[in-house]
């Protein structure tokens, strides 16, 4: 699939899920480079440069996304090509690398959160995170016993896609509306989120109410993890650059208002570091105060 | 429209708000003794004592219908009566005084809440509330500018039957879903919620993710108002009995859930006096603290 | 002196201090009917109302003053009198009550105050309040030792007037900047301060900056206690009526500002009743919850 | 027993507990005045105030001990009698009086605190407090099943009374160290305290820990309960005197201490209003904040 | 300027803010070594040890002065130099290096904060920051619109000097005094104060009055920067120092108080790293939790 | 001493704190091998992973001792030896090592700690830790005067042995029962205390009823220190592994309960990085957010 294509399926929800999204965009960029025919290395950077704006002003809370983009970018000026064979070989190389990177940070992420798992817990979620039900299915593959209460997530019912997931596996799983959270909260041992983007001072951009579930969390005492790949992390937000809050339609929250009704829809809030206990990350857990310094070590290229 | 009938239409929600069941009830008992025919007193107090059993066991936190019964009760067995119109005349008399107490009360609160409101606040609010859209209906009357950011309350959308309220009144009005609550409580001046209960300790039972709200509130430092009359009281909880929480049925939340989820769907939650800036009453705005006080000095029948 | 000559000197300063303020419309209203030459009562009447308005609206933020006028204008209403002698009479009693309760309330507030000053406490306060510098002098001269800190208070010095008071007692005093208060606070064990109005839900209305005094008491842990009569309590606030709060002239924060400088000047700012330990009051310390049954306690006329 | 011996007994906490004080203090006082042989009021009133000095300065801590005098005192001088025999079953029947009320206090509180466990529920206490183990062995009586956790509760191991009351009624108990009681705060849905006395701002003071348990509890929003009489309340509070904290022999901690380390070994301590959830009271269950009133209400003869 | 003449200045606060003495003392130092008539190397390090002691000694809390001046001692231990004419070009050199070290630390600070900004925003301020106004004037010169709050800043009414500089620059600015502060703090969207000293646990020493703006801040859940450069870290304090506060002429309070009165003037206070959003850095936006971490990473000379 | 013999000494606490069992195990390791008969590497590595083994199964929660151990075995693992002569220096070289490695940080920790403490202040602790007593000490020897407030630390009253090694230098030592710590805590300065344990998310394992100091510590804005070598640092919860809490004998707190009670005696709880002021390490004060970095810089053959 080349990156208009791709751009577009981001734009209609059809590709979704930051780790997709950053997969997807990839390979379709890896694709367009591919198949360029080139005399002239200036050609294929022109190329490189504007398939990555396509991509990226597809959706704009997507930095794992921007991130692979930049290790791509990156990588292919350090190379050393100068025929469209050796091109193609060197893209193919790199596509291959990030990929692993994705896939390593996404497994590794999984074991740590699986290890906070214990008999007898019960975790509370909200909306969907592959990260999240990763861990919760890799700690019921252990053996381990436990229980999960789940948000249903307006306004996309993304907690239905959860509830599916886990049922499916054999997790005792209980579906409550967001509004019930806190009432459910002293009942919970364990809160995992997972995230869309990590800024420089350690706030999380996640589904919108994941702070009011930090809250909720914080308030009671219960641990609230975020389960995360490093690679959320948005490099743009050191220079102090804010994320930017996605807006959607007003159609998913009611499609037949009355007239003069405003209705606002974000996608996501900010979680302030100070409610989360610690980031679930590929490096091991680390608080959130540390990750900007957890990046240095980790990824120096995103930087 | 006899006890039964009435206490059928409370179970099937089409009898709602705690102040029209509280209304209905007290009308339908009256009714109901001025259609005994009788011979003996206490064939009178036993169809007393089975009505309001009927009507009682109709909804579970429902304490304001439950005084206004206790009034009725009361003042029929302080009464002098020895004939069938006589008594007739007596509970004509009773019911009218006791819905005289809840219109006044009514709009007493509602006078004092208005008061509270200031050109160029926005107030918050969640589900829907009598109490409350009378208040800002009040305030808009008086020729105040201000604006409504409200919930649509999952998981039957009472937050519409308020939208459709404000906006028909030309007021400035935002809907939101439940978990923007916390993301949007920093634009807020104000929030003003309803009530369904009130205990001994000064803590409010009212609609699922109002605990959440005063939480948010709270977080911000955003006064947090119930409006409720005194008569939403439960005497029951001076003596220690906790207020009983409605579980309602799953389909609520969603019809058609895969086998195994559990679905849990409680009606109300518990909101934390500490959370509570005053309560807006027919006595005024007075601490949730004295709440106690407050109702041996208006309403001692009752205690 | 005359309503009006009274008026005049309370809007520029020269009378000052919520109780001298009382003190001295209480009797120039006495002095207005006394002089009044008339044959009909309603003459009588007229001159009360328009006299309590002209001493009113001298200065917004004064409910001890209110009250106190509201006492005479209600005692005068319920007593017997045909006569201009006979008036004369009355009122001079009537005066003799209310001038009579102020002394008490604020004889009896200072007793209690002192018994909260122990042998080796270091006592913060901010601005200049009769009833807190009342206190630390009873207790000097009930032969405790301790010491004080107290603000400047910009941006009238009023903790000038403090400083010479105290100093003058022997008082172990030490003057910081408003600023430092917070670097302070952990080395006080006890914080009063006075107050000029007191709300339905138990907030507290105070010099500017006294909010902030609270906050910092609040976070170190140490007792914060408002020194004031309960003739402070201004009923309207009870029906949900903000308490104005004075915007005063920006000449007294900077003389000689830059062209399209803004400055603001508010006289008060409102303590929660959260971080304040207790009033002091006449009828003992209680807890700013209960402000309003103390009220109901002590000066039903007040309502 | 008379008076001088009862006093003795109580300094050396042979009769020990707030109640048990009480209601020993009202047996002596009442015997000391039926055996004395006098001729004139004058020598019964110089007894009575004797008698009721030498009690009161047995412990320091002791309020309801001195509302019981206070009330006997009271009624005494309030009654017609002139010769001994009218004395002596005035002074009878005054003892049954307030004896009565201490036991209806003791009842109607258990009462209320019993219905606040519920099945299923773990209650954490700490030291020994008979209105707790009364309240936890009627719950058991009414069939619910709970567990405790209680603290050992240096330096004199009251714990092990209560651990010893819960075993013997098949009551599931687990002892902890006192310092282990944040560690399982969470594992407590309750926590149920007694008192030793009540102050007007509504602070309770209690055996040292206590205000330790309720910081664990608020920051974990466990409901924290005080089960005490509002016989406890100690109105000498509302003019500012602070209460006595009893300091004791350092003995208790250690017995063979090194040369030159100072031990110290308060008895009590205070904790703040603002981390009591409720007082569970023969009045029903209040807010701490409106103590004060409550005895208005209730015991107006304290005043 | 020899170093000597700068020790003065800066004494006589004729140099003053931390950057501007920085930079004159490295200057100054620069100078005394290069007017240096020497045969042996000794001789230098001598001069260069004597007057850094005379630099550092002129104010107690400038660890950027004293940072600088770190340097240039290091380097030129470090370089290769053996007659005069090659020790004035590396020391020239070295002056170079540092000062713009300085200066892009300042350039990029400014630009980070700018970004911070937004069209609407209402920022809070407090004392005067050359950081604070260069962010202000850089986000206004990049055609952003936005409000600025800013306090008198007793005792020196360095507020003054912010004023006229916003005000100059066409800024919407409004003063307020200091004890104001709280009050406003709910109209303010960011607040932005610089620095004079960051400890390595993260906490910041600067103008008096700043840990109090900050706990205003944190109780409203206002974003609270330090706009800061990293080379206002001071070493020392990683191995336990105290940062060292100074006290200052109590003139500067009042010139003519009541004898017998103390007054306390210190320069500075301690704000806790938890009530800060975030450090503006020419690193980025970084915890100030992680401080240690970057001064590694950006100023490994300064350990 | 043989490594079974240690272990069996560790066991049975006649080996303990945490330092002393890091450096007894990597003696009897040393010892261990040098006296081990072999012909093979094998037979070498083989007795080292049985013996480290052995060791670390003597105490579940000593990260030190396994750090030091970890060491030992990578460290000979890397380096050339084929006979058992090189053999023996080399383990001895090692040994030496991480010896001085052990005794270097205990020494700079403590010289860090002292420089904290000042005239006149008041330190609080809990249990014993030869890091808080050196650090005490060593402030004294400096001339230091300040005073000590301790806890017995049940049930096996270690505040015994502080007490005894604080008095013998002449510290000005107080003693509590654990439960008294937050009735003294307003007089503290400073807190103090050790550490068994640090997570990678930047929590304290320690004594039982740690945490509780630090609740306690945090409410009154006391700063609260742990002295601990970095050291103690545990690699394993980097992954997501939860540190074990040793569970001890019953006997320890009542040697004869009433049948049928439970006892719980867990030895160590776990204090939240938000209430932790700052480490005091070998490598300074640092924020326990930047633990797993601080660890990445000073240790990496840690990790």
């Not at 002239?40 to 921007?66: A, D, F, G």
């Not at 690679?231 to 804010?242: E, N, R």
């Not at 209705?263 to 206990?277: E, G, K, M, S, W």
Request: hydrophobic share 35%.
């Amino acid at each position: 699939m080349n990156v208009e294509e791709t751009a577009n399926l981001i734009k209609q929800l059809r590709i979704q899920g930051a780790t997709n999204i950053a997969i997807q965009s990839v390979k379709s960029l890896g694709e367009e480079i591919r198949n360029l025919r080139w005399s002239q290395r200036e050609e294929v950077y022109e190329l490189l440069n504007k398939s990555i704006e396509v991509l990226i002003s597809s959706r704009p809370t997507e930095p794992m996304m921007r991130n692979g983009l930049k290790y791509m970018n990156q990588k292919i000026g350090e190379s050393n090509w100068n025929n469209p064979s050796k091109l193609n070989s060197v893209v193919s190389e790199i596509e291959t690398e990030i990929l692993d990177i994705f896939n390593k940070a996404s497994k590794n992420m999984i074991e740590v959160g699986a290890r906070r798992i214990q008999n007898g817990d019960t975790i509370l979620t909200h909306c969907h995170s592959s990260g999240v039900t990763g861990t919760l299915i890799k700690a019921k593959k252990q053996g381990k016993k436990f229980k999960v209460i789940q948000t249903e997530t307006r306004p996309k019912y993304q907690g239905r896609i959860t509830a599916n997931e886990l049922v499916k596996e054999g997790i005792d799983t209980t579906m409550i509306v967001d509004s019930a959270t806190r009432h459910y909260m002293k009942e919970a041992d364990l809160v995992l989120l997972g995230s869309d983007a990590i800024t420089s001072e350690g706030n999380v951009i996640n589904k919108i109410g994941s702070s009011q579930v930090a809250l909720a969390a914080w308030e009671a005492r219960i641990p609230f993890y975020i389960v995360s790949s490093l690679l959320k992390f948005d490099p743009v937000t050191i220079s102090g650059v804010y994320e930017t809050i996605e807006e959607r339609h007003t159609d998913e929250i009611w499609d037949d208002p009355p007239n003069g009704l405003r209705i606002l829809n974000p996608a996501f809030d900010v979680t302030r570091r100070d409610y989360i206990h610690g980031l679930i990350t590929e490096g091991g857990i680390i608080s959130p105060h540390s990750i900007l310094e957890a990046i240095h070590r980790h990824y120096p290229w995103m930087l």
